[in-house]
């Protein structure tokens, strides 16, 4: 999804709804972040952050099945389909369907597992990514402990912001994986002797580093008993 409209949507100024028939100022607030004229009218639903827009044209019965594929789209935006972990910034295009003339076999049973299995494997083909939670930390410690704090920091796979010194103390501010913190204030009390804090300043999610991908998408449907087809 294109950064403006993320941008719009944690803001507010495009709330998350269902979309069940022309909302103007959705359209002109999709269209101010750049989505061409002709294809806002078209979003269909902004969901925890993902959207999903109906490209199809002259399908006779889709408004039959719209609701069905929408509840679908919120479920795959729900359970991803690298880890059954929520999505976020995904832009749905339904281009095309082909719908069955007897309106019996339009039903959940045909609906649901179309859509959800197409969405998926949609995103499988999109090269998708993990995001992973960061803290932003501040650490304190007197001076003779700057080296240890930035061992420790790189030993976490952390970035270091900012450091500076205030009177005898080293002040360092550190991006670090929550994934990574687990004994963090052991370590740090190891690392200084007892004499070194660290407080949260925020938190954020980012791109999980590539090399670190497949190994966590492994863990984590592991942990969740997928397997491979789930």
């Given at each position: 999804?294109?950064?403006?409209?993320?941008?719009?949507?944690?803001?507010?100024?495009?709330?998350?709804?269902?979309?069940?028939?022309?909302?103007?100022?959705?359209?002109?607030?999709?269209?101010?972040?750049?989505?061409?004229?002709?294809?806002?009218?078209?979003?269909?639903?902004?969901?925890?952050?993902?959207?999903?827009?109906?490209?199809?044209?002259?399908?006779?019965?889709?408004?039959?099945?719209?609701?069905?594929?929408?509840?679908?789209?919120?479920?795959?935006?729900?359970?991803?389909?690298?880890?059954?972990?929520?999505?976020?910034?995904?832009?749905?295009?339904?281009?095309?369907?082909?719908?069955?003339?007897?309106?019996?076999?339009?039903?959940?049973?045909?609906?649901?597992?179309?859509?959800?299995?197409?969405?998926?494997?949609?995103?499988?083909?999109?090269?998708?990514?993990?995001?992973?939670?960061?803290?932003?930390?501040?650490?304190?410690?007197?001076?003779?402990?700057?080296?240890?704090?930035?061992?420790?920091?790189?030993?976490?796979?952390?970035?270091?912001?900012?450091?500076?010194?205030?009177?005898?103390?080293?002040?360092?501010?550190?991006?670090?994986?929550?994934?990574?913190?687990?004994?963090?204030?052991?370590?740090?009390?190891?690392?200084?002797?007892?004499?070194?804090?660290?407080?949260?300043?925020?938190?954020?999610?980012?791109?999980?580093?590539?090399?670190?991908?497949?190994?966590?998408?492994?863990?984590?449907?592991?942990?969740?008993?997928?397997t491979e087809n789930q």
């Amino acid at each position: 999804m294109e950064e403006p409209i993320q941008e719009a949507i944690k803001s507010g100024k495009i709330p998350e709804t269902r979309i069940k028939k022309l909302d103007i100022n959705i359209r002109d607030a999709f269209s101010e972040c750049g989505m061409d004229s002709k294809i806002s009218p078209k979003v269909k639903e902004i969901f925890k952050s993902n959207i999903f827009i109906d490209e199809t044209r002259g399908q006779v019965h889709a408004q039959e099945v719209m609701e069905m594929i929408l509840d679908m789209f919120e479920d795959v935006m729900t359970s991803g389909p690298l880890a059954r972990e929520p999505c976020i910034n995904v832009k749905v295009r339904l281009i095309d369907m082909k719908l069955h003339e007897d309106a019996i076999h339009r039903g959940p049973a045909q609906v649901y597992p179309a859509i959800r299995d197409g969405i998926r494997d949609a995103i499988r083909t999109a090269g998708p990514m993990l995001y992973e939670p960061l803290q932003i930390q501040m650490l304190e410690a007197p001076m003779e402990y700057m080296g240890e704090l930035s061992k420790l920091i790189g030993n976490k796979r952390g970035q270091l912001l900012e450091m500076n010194q205030q009177g005898y103390l080293t002040v360092v501010k550190a991006k670090l994986p929550v994934a990574e913190m687990f004994g963090w204030s052991s370590e740090l009390r190891s690392a200084t002797e007892g004499r070194g804090v660290s407080f949260l300043i925020d938190q954020m999610f980012e791109k999980m580093p590539f090399e670190q991908q497949e190994k966590s998408i492994k863990n984590i449907r592991a942990r969740k008993g997928l397997t491979e087809n789930q």
